[in-house]
């Protein structure tokens, strides 16, 4: 080895142990909220004891990698509890010092506590509320989306409807509030894209015993019935929020179509069978770590966890403030397996990103279409684009 890259690589080994001596402990923790419901129509949807837990776990490990190195320790603490008992949990959280929170809650919960969080100096990542209120007249300056918006989502099956040349639509959406909220995404997106909703038809919950035999019985008779005298139409767009009719569109509808949205083909952040992108690795090491398929909320929740793990990484902090600015920063980078940069919209904190269409099985497809675009990036066709928000928070 030649004198100067001895005195290289002994300039290399003193920087990084000068590097290491700066050691950081990271405290994160992942808050769980969890909603009395009914089961789901399909066993395969059964919430498991470690939901978005596993993503924190992964997170963990693989910050830790790096970490090692740098002389940085990550430590996630998961905490599950009751929307009665969820100020209090948080509470704890953020008494014992943690100020970096991603949390999984409704609306009236997850506003309630980011506006808790704020009060303590504390970041909230938002890894499963939809909401898009929260990325519009509701947003926090203190709470970042990692979760794609309903506006997000509804766009991302829209791009692909209408690149498919399937402009008409038949929308059916739950007559609860839940279900609303979903199609007045797809409403949205309609006009956005162009799309004519040839019916919008409300399918209302009846209750009774979906999973039951006679639930199917009642289901098969029920939806043909509820689906006839529509106007010709390309496909089924599927607005449930609940859980209570949308998975049983396929193969019931009276006219025999594709269905979208709630069931059929899903706007998802990642599923199980997802390989693209060097993805393959990412679902291989999950599934070694926690033995069972990656669902969203996993994804989501590690890929909230992964942007603290770059901010300390590269700019050596681990502070709320530090954080945040730089993954509003352009300098934010992160590989999501997605085959695009993701990064976050200054103006209301959502983290731009691609969106899944999943059919159960494959990606089908994966938003933004070919064909749709934008003059800043193409990620920001999907959702409120900056004139569209009005978020004030982040200004």
Known sequence: MSARLVMLFVAATLSLLSFKAMAVDVNSAVLRVDYPSLLPISRFDRQQDDFAFAGAALADEDNNTTGSFLGHVYETKTVATTPEEAEAALGEILNSGTKLVVILARTEELLRLTDQAAEAGALVFNAANADTSLRDDQCRANLLHIAPSNAMNAD??????????????????????????IADAYRRSAEKFGANIV???????????????????????????????????????????????????????????????????????????????????????????????????????????????????RVNTATPEGVRDYALSEAFELAAFKGQKVTFRTWNGQLRQPILLYDGSITVSVSPQEGFLHQHSVLDTLGLDQPESNCTAFN
């Open 199 to 313: 019916e919008d038809r409300i399918f209302e919950d009846t209750g009774g015993a979906r999973r039951t035999d006679s639930g199917h019985v009642l289901v098969q008779k029920q939806i043909p019935t509820d689906t006839q005298n529509v106007d010709d139409h390309d496909v089924v767009i599927a607005a449930d929020g609940t859980d209570f009719f949308a998975r049983y569109l396929p193969y019931h509808v009276w006219t025999p179509r594709l269905v979208m949205g709630s069931s059929g083909l899903r706007p998802v952040t990642m599923h199980g069978s997802h390989e693209a992108w060097g993805s393959t690795q990412y679902q291989t090491r999950f599934e070694e770590l926690n033995g069972r398929y990656v669902k969203p909320e996993d994804y989501n929740v590690w890929l909230a966890l992964r942007v603290v793990g770059e901010a300390v990484t």
């Open 156 to 181: 991302a099956v829209a791009q692909f409807a209408m690149w498919k040349r399937w402009s008409d639509w038949f929308l059916v959406s739950g007559g609860n509030a839940e279900g609303q909220v």
